[in-house]
């Protein structure tokens, strides 16, 4: 799948057509399935392990704890 979108962005030179290409290929923005994958993953974390709240979020690529705990909401 990300081989697709890696040939789809790759033949536009403008961020629409990469976006809307995207789009087709995922259902969702690239920032939109950026943040649903960090989420995913933070969840399964969350749910499978004993570290805190913020390690977790500095693992999935939040900069800190209010900005991973907003992305919650």
């Known amino acids: 799948m990300e081989t697709h979108l890696r040939r789809s962005c790759r033949c536009s030179r403008r961020p629409e ?33 004993g570290d805190a709240i913020t390690s977790i979020g500095l693992a999935v690529g939040y900069e800190g704890t209010p900005n991973f705990i907003s992305a919650f909401r």
């Open 17 to 49: 057509h990469a976006n809307r290409a995207f789009r087709r290929a995922f259902g969702a923005l690239p920032a939109q399935w950026r943040k649903q994958r960090r989420l995913d993953q933070a969840k399964g974390l969350l749910e499978s392990t």
